[in-house]
């Protein structure tokens, strides 16, 4: 069947079982060299985007490692083996004008999708106080806001202009956080990382407009493995934001990205993510495999990391967002809502690893599990011999609705420092028959009293999201949940 | 308005309503009493649709607004939207929810299903306020999560709210009085009395006389062993108080 064919019965089947609005494909010619991955492809890559000798040694050194390395199996579930040489490692869109200098020279095609997908990028249309990135498959097809952010010292441009125009600072904080030697993904990804943002806040910004990058995949059996990398100087802020979706396919998609946020004294980075990557069918055929490095490292003192995630797609989450308490005093949050319906698989929790005095972390996560979901939160606690007086307080509630899904809690503590005080608290419920009736009881429907009793399970975290990012979440939640209850 | 009639109805295969008959009108009040186990729960539960009860046979006859309709086999929440409301015994904790947005997703949905507008937040706000003065209750309470950490009294007058707001055709109230202080009680039948009109129908369930002094039955019903054994007017209810259910049962 031709793709737009299997894409068209693919989105039949996708109605009858509930409403993925995303999962459609752009008809557009793609620069898509063979599938396949060895040294010359990462070559390739790094040609493609005209990136200096230091660029392409360090992929090399990255590809290398990783030959060695094995994919990691202790994560609570099961998946099919990745094909590695199966997957085109980049795909750009061909554009009529090969590299357009601003967004409105920017492929009809393109501009339509991510109208699409809500996220206009033109002057005239695009939505105030938030800069976008916006990156299709392999690259960045535009940055809006830059030179209004430029005014005020802020950088933010796809990672491929970074390596071009600030190669300093690349080379600076690159891998300073997330090493390409960490674990396997991370090393596929620091040698075939194709594009992503870079955001730089220079000392005492509070940065004026809301960052945020919108991942899209869109080209069959490619890889996306994008890199975030987001740098706050001493004293400044910035709230960054990230969303995603895929067109629904019935093969498996890997998206294997690395973010990297540096916070230096007294600045504070939030960064929200609304995941909602294409989760397969209903049977569980297709969706993407969404193995990700997520960490941030507090590197100055009194500085803040704030990680708050939204995770209703994919067919497999596997990611652990960290913070490393380096500076004394600093603070790390966790804040995360992870969905998981049909046969979607969620291993998902944080890491809080405090090295500085004093040094704060909270653990909020929310797991939301039906039909045959399976669903884990994973997290540590370590605390050093250093980290006088640290504090963490940790909170997991899971959520079951129906009777064949399953929820676990592996939270792990290592407490290396006696003036440590840790607090942990865990819960699992099930949607209670009794709140249900008492709800229909008073008009509302299955799906409105459901949508209250998880809005209501969930609301210590979408208070965390800025606020259009709540409504969002709270709509997508509802949606996924369409349908799972009764 | 209300006709049920040679109602059975149980949970878990085990039979509780035995044949019950009973005809309300609008703008009556029907006190229904009897003895701990006679089933006196479960009517209102069936009334209202709860899904862990089954209705073996009979029909619950329900006309509004010139419809008559067969609360049997209806889903809950369409029970709600024609105008049935029941306050719960052990009204339920919703975490989380502020009780103002619970009550007006509670109000815009019958709304939308009588055809009528929709309320905004901020009418809906004053209106809210409105019904919280009506029955003296305290408007710090409007943001409080659905029961969350309400005392037993302040639960029974949230479910008296809920029904002030909702403006329903026959609301049918279980235990209401149940673990109320006489205070409370006072409070909670005076706004019941305040919601009395000649188009709706109250059906009070209790297991003793004295809510029955302040919200003044047209009919009692004696209900044991799951049928209705007596009915009479409100003197019944004393008869009760003094003598008991024995007599009454034999």
């Known amino acids: ?30 620069d898509k060299p063979p599938k396949g991955l060895n040294e010359d492809t990462v070559r390739l890559i790094s040609a493609k985007k005209k990136e200096p000798e230091w660029m392409l040694e360090w992929r090399l050194k990255a590809f290398r490692h990783w030959q060695n390395m094995h994919e990691p199996t202790w994560a609570n579930f099961e998946y099919g083996p990745i094909d590695y040489q199966d997957i085109f490692y980049y795909s750009a869109p061909k554009q009529k004008k090969p590299s357009p200098t601003s967004l409105e020279e920017v492929d009809q095609e393109l501009l339509k999708t991510f109208d699409r997908l809500g996220i206009p990028l033109t002057e005239q249309k695009r939505i105030s106080g938030v800069a976008v990135d916006a990156v299709f498959d392999s690259v960045s097809v535009g940055t809006t806001h830059q030179s209004e952010l430029a005014k005020h010292g802020v950088i933010f441009c796809s990672m491929s202009e970074a390596v071009l125009h600030h190669p300093d600072l690349v080379k600076k904080y690159l891998g300073s956080v997330v090493p390409y030697t960490d674990n396997f993904f991370a090393a596929l990804n620091a040698a075939v990382f194709s594009d992503g943002s870079f955001c730089y806040i220079p000392k005492g910004v509070h940065c004026p407009l809301e960052l945020s990058t919108y991942f899209r995949i869109n080209a069959e059996d490619t890889g996306q493995f994008e890199r975030t990398l987001v740098v706050a100087e001493d004293s400044s802020y910035v709230s960054y934001l990230e969303g995603c979706t895929a067109p629904m396919r019935d093969t498996n998609q890997l998206h294997a990205a690395v973010v990297e946020l540096v916070a230096l004294d007294h600045a504070h980075i939030k960064y929200s993510t609304v995941q909602n990557w294409y989760s397969g069918d ?32 994919s067919a497999i989450t596997w990611k652990y967002p960290s913070v490393i308490l380096q500076g004394d005093n600093s603070v790390g949050k966790f804040y995360s809502v992870a ?13 809080m690893i405090h090295i500085g005095k004093n040094t704060k972390s909270t653990i909020v996560s929310k797991g939301i599990s039906s039909d ?28 079951l609705v129906g009777n064949h899904c399953s929820a676990n809690t592996f939270p792990y503590i290592e407490v290396k420092n006696n003036t440590a005080v840790l607090e942990h608290e865990a819960s699992t419920s099930k949607i209670n028959a009794e709140q249900m009736f008492y709800l229909r009881s008073r008009g509302l429907d299955l799906e409105e009293s459901v949508s209250l009793i998880i809005n209501g399970f969930c609301k210590d975290v979408f208070k965390e999201l800025p606020l259009e990012f709540s409504v969002e979440a709270v709509k997508l939640l509802e949606m996924k949940l369409e349908g799972s209850v009764g | 308005m209300l006709e049920i009639k040679d109602l059975h109805a149980g949970i878990e295969g085990k039979e509780i309503l035995k044949g019950i008959n009973l005809k309300v009108n609008a703008g009556e009040v029907h006190a229904i009493m009897g003895p701990n186990g006679s089933g006196k729960s479960t009517l209102s539960k069936v009334i209202a649709g709860h899904p862990q009860y089954t209705v073996t046979s009979g029909v619950i006859e329900y006309e509004v607004n010139f419809k008559k309709l067969n609360l049997v086999g209806m889903e809950p929440d369409l029970r709600a939207r024609e105008g049935v409301f029941m306050a719960f015994q052990y009204p339920v904790e919703i975490p989380g929810i502020p009780s103002s947005v619970f009550l007006r997703a509670a109000f815009n949905a019958i709304c939308r299903h009588q055809g009528a507008p929709e309320m905004d937040p901020i009418d809906f706000d004053q209106y809210l306020r409105g019904k919280m003065k009506l029955l003296s209750m305290d408007e710090k309470n409007i943001d409080r999560p659905v029961n969350v950490d309400f005392s037993g009294g302040e639960k029974k007058r949230n479910e008296v709210l809920q029904m002030a707001i909702l403006n329903p055709r026959l609301a049918v109230m279980d235990e209401t009085d149940s673990g109320l202080d006489i205070d409370s009680m006072k409070i909670v039948a005076e706004g019941v009395n305040k919601l009395r009109r000649p188009d709706n129908a109250v059906i009070l369930i209790t297991h003793y006389q004295r809510l029955l002094n302040y919200i003044q039955p047209d009919f009692v019903h004696i209900l044991y062993n799951g049928k209705i054994v007596r009915s009479e007017g409100k003197e019944l209810a004393q008869e009760v108080e003094n003598r008991g259910y024995d007599w009454l049962i034999k």
């Open chain 1, 282 to 313: 209903k049977e569980g055929r297709g969706g993407i495999y969404n193995f990700v490095t997520k960490r941030g490292k507090c590197a100055g003192a009194h500085s803040t990391i704030s990680w708050t995630q939204v995770e209703a797609g």
């Open chain 1, 339 to 351: 969905l998981t319906n049909h046969h979607m698989i969620a291993d998902t929790g944080t890491k």
């Open chain 1, 1 to 30: 069947m031709s793709d737009t064919g299997k894409q068209k019965e693919l989105e039949a089947n996708k109605l009858a079982a509930g409403d993925y609005r995303y999962g459609f494909h752009t008809d557009i010619a793609e």
């Open chain 1, 372 to 399: 045959h979901a399976h669903n884990s939160y994973r997290g540590l606690v370590k605390i050093m011999p250093s980290a006088e007086g640290a504090r963490n307080f940790s909170q997991c509630d899971s959520m």
